[in-house]
């Protein structure tokens, strides 16, 4: 398997460490009123963050994927002849038992990118420095055709498989991807974004937490649409992009000739 970088979002640091689920439940309970404990437990709060995280996320993917990506590179490689031979004295006897001392090792297979981590979506894989494009499997005519990778397709939410199928004996791979959410059950969890989306969070557990004892949520409603405002902003900035326009005439819908009249 190959190493992995993360990419944003970064860790909120708080005196050198991670901000973690209790840092956050502590400021809820200021902003509630409940530093005694009395009206929310634990578990409560860390409900409301892992939703909050869950907003959050959902509004990131619909701006920004690469705010939520990480990167991860390695190598595909079959093992070398001298590798395949066994060797001597490859078996020892424990209890009259004849038993490997190596664990028998799994097949390697050029085709198949195995994440270490479920993913919810790819943005990009690149093999031997070549950017491949997705397809849809059910229109691969040759499965089993070989040459140089030029095309990738998911199969289930670990695997990646390569197409045509990869010749040579070894494959080098880049895959950017969303890493699955991983939903946070302890108090000591590290929550793994900056210091102005937890912010973010926070207020939203706030506001989760209001909703139990108020019957008239105008004002909340109103604090929300302003932090989706904000946290839209935040997104925005944060990588730089164009905006790019196309003619009228140039959409491959509205292909006309004469005097704007459609093609029949």
Not at 54 to 66: E, M, N, P, S, W
Not at 70 to 82: K, Q, R
Not at 101 to 121: G, N, Q, R, T, Y
Not at 136 to 150: Q, S, V
Request: one cysteine or more.
């Amino acid at each position: 398997m190959g190493d992995t970088f993360r990419g944003c979002p970064f860790f909120y640091m708080k005196g050198g460490e991670a901000m973690i689920v209790k840092d956050i439940i502590e400021r809820i309970r200021a902003s509630t009123h409940d530093n005694d404990n009395l009206d929310y437990t634990d578990e409560q709060f860390i409900n409301y963050i892992n939703n909050g995280i869950r907003f959050v996320r959902r509004t990131i993917l619909a701006i920004d994927t690469y705010l939520l990506c990480d990167t991860v590179t390695g190598a595909n490689e079959l093992p070398t002849e001298e590798e395949e031979q066994p060797q001597e004295n490859e078996n020892v006897i424990i209890d009259d038992e004849a038993t490997s001392s190596e664990e028998e090792a799994e097949p390697v297979d050029l085709a198949v990118i195995k994440m270490e981590k479920p993913f919810s979506s790819i943005e990009s894989v690149r093999v031997n420095g070549r950017t491949l494009r997705p397809i849809n499997p059910r229109l691969i005519d040759e499965p089993d055709r070989e040459g140089e990778p030029h095309c990738y397709f998911a199969a289930g939410f670990n695997n990646i498989h390569l197409w045509p199928r990869p010749t040579g004996t070894k494959v080098e791979y880049t895959v950017t991807y969303v890493p699955d959410l991983v939903i946070l059950t302890e108090l000591e969890d590290e929550v793994p974004f900056n210091s102005d989306i937890i912010d973010f969070i926070v207020e939203y557990g706030v506001i989760r937490a209001s909703l139990v004892n108020e019957f008239d949520m105008s004002q909340e409603a109103q604090i929300m649409g302003s932090i989706i405002a904000q946290m839209e902003n935040l997104f925005h900035g944060i990588n730089g992009r164009g905006v790019q326009t196309d003619g009228y005439w140039n959409d491959t819908t509205l292909r006309t000739c004469d005097y704007g009249r459609r093609y029949r």
